[in-house]
Structure formats: C-alpha cells, structure tokens
C-alpha cells in the first residue's frame, strides 16, 4: 500500500510559479516511478510529467515541455512539480501517482499507475 499527499497548489497570476510535491508512505519510495496528471473541468485526466525510480529518465507532455520540470528526493519520498511560465490553460486539480510495476522508462497512461493522491487545485488567472 502506498499513500500519496500532495500540496502546493493555489492561485497564481499568468506567468507566475508554482512547486507542487507529494510526500510518499508505505512502501520502500525509491523502487517505483513517480507521475503527475492533471484534470480540468469537463475534462478528462491527462499526463502531465512522469520520472522514473531515480528520476535519470523524465518524460514530459509537449503542452508543458521547457516549463514544467519533475524531480525526486528519495532521501525524503517526495516528488515535485516545478511548474514555471503558467498559462491559463494549465487550470486544473493536479494528482501525483505511482507505477510500482519497476519500469525502467516512466510510463504516461493513467491505467499504468498503482496508487493516486488526492489532487492539489491549481488556478492560473489571465
């Protein structure tokens, strides 16, 4: 069993910052890959960035590469979303997830990820 809390979320102005983590429990955290999704009103979960175990791989969604950036300390069974440059259409509640099926490359489907959070709401005004 694994339990994920994440925070940081909140209001922000367009082009403003934000640093979202998720504190990991219950299992041994440096053994699986670590995501972040998003869901905006009436609209379905997406990917967002994903990192694997010891956060050498990363992979990104094209509407966020080159703002966004994911990252892991171990040491504290965190992981974390750096998000700079926000945009309105980043508007969403944001969800970390863990993949403990011990892929190498972290994985973007929604359907690969064991356990989820319970969402942080991020507001980007224009």
């Known amino acids: 069993q694994v339990q994920l809390v994440e925070s940081g979320g909140g209001l922000v102005q367009a082009g403003g910052s934000l640093r979202l983590s998720c504190a990991a429990s219950?299992?041994?955290?440096?053994?699986?890959?670590m995501g972040w999704f998003r869901q905006a009103p009436g609209k379905e979960r997406e990917f967002v960035a994903a990192?694997?175990?010891?956060?050498?791989?990363?992979v990104y969604d094209d509407s966020v590469k080159g703002r966004f950036t994911i990252s892991r300390d171990n040491a504290k069974n965190t992981v974390y979303l750096q998000m700079n440059n926000l945009k309105p259409e980043d508007t969403a509640v944001y969800y970390c997830?863990?993949?403990?099926?011990?892929?190498?490359?972290?994985?973007?489907?929604?359907?690969?990820?064991?356990?989820w959070g319970q969402g942080t709401q991020v507001t980007v005004s224009s």
């Open positions: 997830a863990a993949d403990l099926s011990g892929s190498w490359f972290p994985r973007t489907i929604i359907n690969d990820y064991d356990y």
């Open positions: 990192l694997n175990w010891n956060g050498g791989k990363t």
């Open positions: 219950g299992r041994t955290f440096s053994r699986y890959a």
